[in-house]
């Protein structure tokens, strides 16, 4: 009997294999129903364009002074980009402006890579043992292993520009300082859990818009 639905279980993987390659060249993103964790339901072939599989802008410099970090960063996630429905891929463009960082925030459940463009950029990456960090000139690649907290410094004399690349085409980016104080947490449990002195929380919930 197990040795049936060994065999049941491979020809139905082998039919599910062939029909997932041969019944479509590629699944556009119908963007007019939500998003499932298995991506977007696919739009008629029929209503698909050229513009479904491209994007422009990327080449131009976004505005780095309407935060403190000093960092603009342009998402191309599978809203700008319906063709990118199931390819597991997506890019960004970051814009560092001087003495400009990422600060500490991770991607669950996604790798990252970066090629620094222009300036020069200080990347990194912790684990529960240790720090990676490097700092980088235009033409570097670097990469963020899956998950991992990370960040981006500008340790140049000027502006810093980088593209970077994911393994997902709808990536969510989860900033630790907004999860730990832009949110209602009461100050008390922020300090049993952090050893921060109160004064300085309530600054950093001013600041990132929580309260509490």
């Keep these: ?113 970066i090629i620094v463009i222009q300036g020069q950029m200080t990347a990194g990456f912790i684990t529960p043992t240790k720090v990676f960090m490097k700092t980088l000139n235009p033409g570097d690649v670097w990469v963020f292993p899956t998950g991992l907290l990370h960040f981006i410094l500008n340790t140049g004399p000027g502006n810093a520009v980088a593209y970077s690349a994911y393994t997902s085409s709808n990536f969510a980016t989860h900033l630790t300082d907004f999860l730990l104080f832009g949110n209602s947490l009461p100050t008390p449990t922020v300090q049993k859990t952090t050893h921060l002195d109160p004064p300085q929380i309530i600054k950093l919930k001013a600041n990132f818009g929580g309260s509490g």
């Design 1 to 113: 009997m197990k040795m049936i639905q060994t065999i049941l279980f491979f020809f139905a993987l082998i039919s599910y294999t062939s029909n997932a390659i041969d019944s479509d060249d590629f699944c556009v993103a119908d963007l007019s129903f939500p998003d499932t964790p298995s991506g977007y339901p696919c739009k008629s072939e029929n209503n698909v364009t050229a513009d479904d599989f491209v994007f422009s802008g990327l080449n131009i410099a976004a505005n780095t002074s309407t935060n403190s970090f000093k960092v603009a960063f342009t998402p191309v996630k599978v809203d700008k980009i319906p063709g990118l429905n199931g390819l597991g891929i997506s890019v960004a463009r970051i814009d560092l402006g001087f003495n400009g960082s990422v600060p500490m925030h991770t991607h669950p459940g996604v790798g990252e890579f």
